[in-house]
């Protein structure tokens, strides 16, 4: 278990905050993935939990041990049972495969039978048997990838902390060794901390993401709650790919009911979106509203109507651009659509489906 409390990093030259106020508990066990922007501290936090950078303030425990507490012996230790894989390979190229898996153990003088028995069963766990006696240059992007992750999981460790690991392979190879990864997490059941810009990366490998922005965790939760159930405005719009579409809509009432009126427009709130906006006094003020791509459809009895600007083919699905009331909005239908570019077709938002946020403070109102 890894829990952080309050954690503050600061830059040595400036005095900035890099990380603000850290709050997390990862179970024994669990892969949390780290996701935000570049900049948004994820390596940074990572770092600080091998102790490979200091932190100023707060607590951050490992099995209960504090990180900032350990003399150099013990935190050389402490990453004896850490297995590390960064964004670069780092494999040693004039080496053969099973003395790069191997050279961890090597480094802290395991028995040599221990090491091979260590080499082979990663080895068989990577899909790597066949290529031990090879070198680097003669591996693809991907082998060599699984090549740096054996080195990782030869020790057997209690963690492991990864940095991007799939940034430099192409978008085939990501996949696969997304399954990789998977695959290893199911085997060794060991905690992973998975650092990645990549909200699709995130998605598809962690149990629970956390969201960051500029050195602050937004939200933290299961990948189907963040989707459905962002905290905010932010969190609202990286996750999601094509992105969540956002419209200003005033909030006024008609008859017994509430409107969103988006320019000439008007869409009806259900009922239990309506009672979050007046408890909390939004009735006739601006809100912004958010609306997935699924959940706008091309339908001749649709309320709204704009032109066609971009037609995109997908294989199994289409996305269609345009623009209403200067607001950029991509929807997502059946590849079987007749609209191209130029064309003006009607459009239906799912009112079931909105997300409302509070324009100024940018947090949710109501999923």
């Given at each position: 278990m890894?829990?952080?409390?309050?954690?503050?990093?600061?830059?040595?030259?400036d005095?900035?905050?890099?990380?603000?106020?850290?709050?997390?508990?990862?179970e024994?066990g669990?892969?949390?993935?780290?996701?935000?922007?570049?900049?948004?501290?994820?390596?940074?936090?990572?770092?600080?939990i091998?102790?490979?950078?200091?932190?100023?303030?707060?607590?951050?425990?490992?099995?209960g041990?504090?990180?900032k507490?350990?003399k150099?012996k013990?935190?050389r230790e402490?990453?004896?049972?850490?297995?590390?894989?960064?964004?670069?390979f780092?494999?040693?190229?004039?080496?053969?495969?099973y003395?790069?898996?191997?050279l961890?153990?090597?480094?802290?003088?395991y028995?040599?039978?221990?090491?091979?028995?260590?080499?082979?069963?990663?080895?068989?766990?990577l899909?790597?048997?066949?290529?031990?006696?090879?070198k680097?240059?003669?591996?693809?992007?991907?082998?060599?990838?699984?090549?740096?992750?054996?080195r990782?999981?030869?020790?057997?460790?209690?963690?492991?902390l990864?940095d991007?690991?799939?940034?430099?392979?192409?978008?085939?190879?990501?996949?696969?060794?997304?399954?990789?990864i998977s695959?290893?997490?199911?085997?060794?059941?060991?905690?992973?901390?998975?650092?990645t810009?990549d909200?699709t990366?995130?998605?598809?490998?962690?149990?629970?993401?956390?969201?960051?922005?500029d050195g602050?965790?937004?939200q933290v939760?299961?990948?189907?709650?963040?989707?459905?159930?962002p905290?905010?405005?932010?969190?609202?719009?990286f996750?999601?790919s094509?992105q969540m579409?956002?419209?200003?809509?005033?909030?006024?009432?008609?008859g017994s009911d509430?409107?969103a009126?988006?320019?000439?427009?008007?869409?009806?709130?259900p009922?239990?979106?309506?009672?979050a906006l007046?408890?909390?006094?939004?009735v006739g003020?601006t809100?912004?509203m958010?609306?997935?791509?699924?959940?706008?459809?091309?339908?001749?009895?649709?309320?709204?109507?704009?032109?066609?600007k971009v037609?995109?083919?997908l294989?199994?699905?289409?996305?269609?651009?345009?623009?209403i009331?200067?607001f950029?909005?991509?929807?997502?239908?059946?590849?079987?659509?007749t609209?191209?570019?130029?064309d003006t077709?009607?459009?239906?938002?799912?009112g079931?489906?909105i997300?409302?946020f509070?324009?100024?403070?940018?947090?949710?109102?109501?999923?």
């Amino acid at each position: 278990m890894i829990e952080i409390k309050n954690l503050k990093k600061l830059w040595e030259d400036d005095g900035n905050s890099v990380l603000e106020g850290i709050n997390l508990t990862i179970e024994d066990g669990d892969i949390y993935a780290l996701v935000g922007r570049s900049g948004a501290g994820k390596s940074t936090l990572l770092r600080c939990i091998n102790g490979l950078t200091s932190y100023q303030e707060g607590s951050l425990k490992v099995d209960g041990c504090e990180i900032k507490d350990l003399k150099d012996k013990e935190l050389r230790e402490f990453r004896r049972h850490v297995g590390m894989i960064f964004q670069q390979f780092s494999l040693l190229e004039r080496e053969t495969v099973y003395k790069n898996v191997a050279l961890p153990m090597q480094c802290w003088k395991y028995p040599k039978d221990q090491i091979d028995k260590a080499v082979r069963e990663a080895a068989r766990i990577l899909d790597l048997e066949k290529l031990l006696d090879r070198k680097p240059k003669a591996l693809s992007g991907g082998q060599r990838q699984r090549v740096a992750m054996g080195r990782a999981i030869v020790r057997n460790p209690k963690v492991f902390l990864m940095d991007e690991p799939l940034s430099n392979l192409d978008a085939k190879l990501r996949v696969q060794m997304r399954i990789e990864i998977s695959k290893i997490h199911q085997r060794l059941g060991a905690t992973i901390i998975y650092v990645t810009h990549d909200q699709t990366e995130a998605m598809t490998l962690g149990t629970r993401i956390v969201v960051m922005k500029d050195g602050v965790v937004q939200q933290v939760d299961t990948p189907q709650n963040l989707y459905q159930k962002p905290g905010n405005l932010f969190v609202a719009g990286f996750m999601g790919s094509p992105q969540m579409n956002f419209l200003d809509a005033e909030i006024k009432e008609k008859g017994s009911d509430l409107v969103a009126v988006i320019g000439k427009d008007e869409l009806v709130i259900p009922a239990a979106k309506a009672k979050a906006l007046k408890d909390g006094g939004y009735v006739g003020k601006t809100v912004v509203m958010g609306i997935r791509p699924e959940d706008v459809a091309d339908r001749a009895d649709g309320s709204m109507s704009s032109t066609v600007k971009v037609y995109e083919l997908l294989g199994a699905e289409v996305f269609l651009y345009f623009t209403i009331e200067t607001f950029d909005i991509t929807v997502r239908v059946n590849p079987r659509t007749t609209a191209r570019p130029g064309d003006t077709i009607k459009i239906a938002l799912d009112g079931s489906k909105i997300h409302l946020f509070d324009k100024e403070t940018q947090e949710t109102i109501t999923n």
